[in-house]
């Protein structure tokens, strides 16, 4: 076990100074090479942080006004018949939409339950299998010109249906 957590001490590390020493080796300027990363890197962050503050807040919202909820009443019947944990179902709404807001609703879920919990292995399986379909098939698609997606959307649709029920299934046999 000692050399386990020694190999994943070192590995970033190891990583770095390779990264280093093959940019040196090249005559490179590793270091502006370096600067000028970081800034682009900065500017990005400067560039998301609105949009991500303006989805925590919308996903706030959504949640404090109740129509999440409302949303998971009405949908719960069905839900407790299959055996899905309700605590799930606003992960399992704003998976395909959003990345940023179902992480949100990711943390929120494990804060409560805590990560250890069938709830919380739940959600942190269903977040790794999962994609966020409507961004992704929007950038995607766009980026190639592709105009006619015909059943793009409801193949993915269905295999976040798909990630999101085995999770559920795989953990509960599991638990």
């Known amino acids: 076990m000692q050399v386990i957590n020694y190999i994943s001490s070192a590995a970033i590390p190891t990583v770095i ?3 280093l020493l093959y940019g ?3 005559k490179n300027k590793v270091y502006d090479t370096f600067l000028e990363g970081a800034k682009d890197g900065i500017e990005i962050v400067f560039k998301l942080f609105p949009t991500l503050v303006g989805i925590f807040l919308a996903v706030g919202a959504l949640r404090k006004s109740g129509i999440i909820d409302l949303i998971i009443k009405l949908i719960s019947p069905i839900t ?3 055996k899905i944990p309700s605590q799930i179902l606003p992960l399992a709404m704003l998976r395909p939409i959003s990345g940023s807001a179902s992480m949100a ?3 929120d879920i494990m804060q409560k339950y805590g990560v250890d919990t069938t709830i919380g292995l ?3 399986t269903i977040m790794g299998s999962t994609e966020t379909t409507l961004y992704t098939i929007a950038v ?3 980026c190639v010109g592709v105009k006619k997606t015909r059943f793009v959307l409801f193949a993915a649709l269905i295999a976040d ?3 999101m029920i085995t999770s559920v299934v795989i953990w ?3 638990s």
Do not use: D, P
Request: no cysteine; charged share 5%.
């Open 80 to 82: 407790n018949l299959l």
């Open 161 to 163: 249906f798909v990630g």
């Open 122 to 124: 739940i959600t942190s």
């Open 17 to 19: 100074l390779i990264i």
């Open 105 to 107: 609703v990711a943390v």
């Open 172 to 174: 509960q046999i599991l």
């Open 24 to 26: 040196v080796a090249e």
């Open 140 to 142: 995607y698609t766009s």
